[in-house]
């Protein structure tokens, strides 16, 4: 099944509210972009029935700040109530220009329910809490929101790619670390609003820590979650119904000896997690391996 790329990104003025309101916002975030898919895709005038959407959360940019984004891979067709499948138009899924402002529409609407509820709260403000609350939600009214549509994967071996690669990464990874010192930490970074061009970012060591923690997520948050024919309460007559729709069969359970952990990585993410973070060369070898040690049993008080 055929997956295109989009993202959907909030606007940055957003960002305060959010290191104040993470679960709350990040989850509104999810259900805009969802509920906006999910629409487009029963519409008749784009598909006419029920897609398939993994959205994977990201708050960051290359330079550490936030940057609060869903990218969504969905399916390049939707599953009609009749049980046939509804393909979609060769390279094109939804106009995005269309997608924006039902994206900020559905989006406010949720934090215009919470404002009135009186349980969102702002960092770093000493006015009225309630007069920056609608101050803020006429500035985000009165901007375009971006929703970005890349280039559709090829076949399904790609979006498994994508998945493996970039589902699980952090705010930085280790090679874009270039030094630190007591004082300072420097790294690499794409300049996007300059043409993608390759830069050196110096900060101080409490300020990279301050931009790092911004995208500890809260405790439980799940970032990977999965719509329409994925949706987990009905993934399993959904999906049926999708194979039985595109003559798609089972795929057959692997045989023999199960891959390992190592051999997982290596496949889908052409990472060896066996080979050592500091030199490069040495590669972890297991010699044995120990027994759980169970506690010591209490005496009867």
Known sequence: MPYFHLVFTLPHALNVLAQGNPRAIYRLLFEAAADTLLEFGANP???????AATLVLHTWGQNLGQHLHVHALVSAGALHADGHWIHSRRGFLFPVQALSPVFRGKFLAQLQRLVHKGTLRLVAVD?????ALRSLLHELRAKSWVVYAKQP???PTQVLDYLGRYTHRVAIANHRLLRLTDTDVRFRY????HGNQRKVMTLSVGEFIRRFLLHVLPTGFVRIRHYGILANRTKRATLAQARDALGCPLPEPAAGVPESVPAFWLRIAQRDITLCPHCHVGH???VGQLARMRPPAQAPP
């Open 190 to 193: 794409k300049d996007y609003a």
């Open 153 to 155: 994967f090829a076949s």
């Open 284 to 286: 972890l070898h297991i």
């Open 127 to 131: 006015a009225d809490i309630a007069v």
């Open 45 to 51: 005038r784009w598909l006419g029935g029920q897609i």
